[in-house]
């Protein structure tokens, strides 16, 4: 288990942790989503002792990083991959971390067979791909057998395949009871891997909870509508009847209709009313990735003046509770939404 309180980083004027308090437990896999520069980093070196609070403190398995006896046997972490020694080759590299940590030498061996890397042990590291580095750094990570797992960016560089390995082995290591706690900007990737999410903006949390109700709290499902293609006349009575009784209708590119705002018996009871015949009648969640867009909109320091996020911004859904305000206005509240809260949220005035 990781606990940070009230953790807080400042690098001079610069706030990149910003009171900080979650918990990653044992058992599961725990995603930490933010924008480029949000602190992600600077909170996983915090947790492994290489940088100091400004205020509040992180401890794992409860004690401070730096006062876990022998560290490396329970915490390994992969932050950057590139920081290995060129010049050595791979079995050297990770048996020089094992000396430096007491792990016995076979330990080396084992890793090396598990990542794949077993062929190109007695290879140079300088002359490996993006791939192989990161599944060196993985490697190094589980030299010590540790119970606790830190992982930034653990996908980046491999491929299909490797991205794959990778999401089969976070998933095997928390069902084998360990705490796996796993930053990464690929979305599809943390919805298939994770099942609990920390998110951060601008070194503050703004959500704690599991996958699932993360995509529920800041994202509007709506029902995908389809009527017999016989004309226009059924559609438009269906988007006037359903507009009547208070839905939102939006039409989609390949003919069918966009419902929010009514739950599924109602949108067939209203075509029914009107004598419109249905060809469909789905309900529809969104992803992941478009709920953090959702959520983060407005709160990331790093974007092209051609904003693709612009077209993804999401209708807001009227007489939905969690109804979503893209501008909240000055001296709205900052409110870190924990799964405890329910589906509510409010954004960082900033
Ligand atoms: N040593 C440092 N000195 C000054 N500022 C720093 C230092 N380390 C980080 N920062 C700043 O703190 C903020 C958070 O950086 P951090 O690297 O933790 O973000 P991140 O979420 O990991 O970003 P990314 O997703 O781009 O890797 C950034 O604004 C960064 O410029």
Known sequence: ????????????????????????????????????GSGKSTTMRMILGLDTPTAGHVTVNGSPYRSLPNAPRHVGALLDAKAVHGGRDAYRHLLSIAQLSGIPAHRVDDVLELVGLSEVAGRRTKGFSLGMGQR??????????????????PVNGLDPEGILWVRNLMKS?????????????????????????VVIARGRLLADMSVREFIAANSAGFARVRVPDTGPQQREALTAALTRAGA???????????????????????????????????????????????????????????????????????????????????????????????????????
Not at 19 to 31: H, K
Not at 138 to 143: D, E, N, S, W
Not at 173 to 197: C, K, N, P, Q, Y
């Open 173 to 197: 290591l928390a069902a084998e009871g360990r705490t796996v706690f796993v930053s990464s900007h690929l979305m599809s990737e943390m919805a298939l891997t994770a099942d609990h999410l």
């Open 136 to 153: 060196l750094g993985i490697a190094a990570a589980l030299l010590g057998d540790p119970q606790v797992l830190l992982f930034d960016e």
């Open 248 to 350: 939102q209708v939006l039409p989609e590119q390949d003919g069918a209709l966009r419902v929010t705002g009514l739950p599924l018996p109602r949108i067939s009871d209203v075509a029914h009313e009107a004598e419109v015949r249905l060809w469909e009648l789905s309900p529809h969640h969104a992803s992941l990735e478009e709920a953090y867009m959702r959520l983060t909109q407005g709160m990331v320091d790093y974007r092209s003046s051609a904003d693709p996020q612009i077209g993804m911004r999401p209708a807001p859904v009227p007489g939905r509770s969690d109804g979503w305000d893209p501008d909240p206005g000055p001296g709205a509240p900052f409110q870190p939404v924990h799964a405890a809260d329910g589906p509510t949220f409010s954004k960082d005035p900033r």
């Open 1 to 36: 288990m990781i606990e940070a309180v009230g953790l807080t980083k400042r690098y001079g004027d610069k706030t990149a942790v910003d009171d900080l308090s979650f918990q990653v437990r044992p058992g599961m896999v725990t995603g930490f989503l933010g924008p480029n």
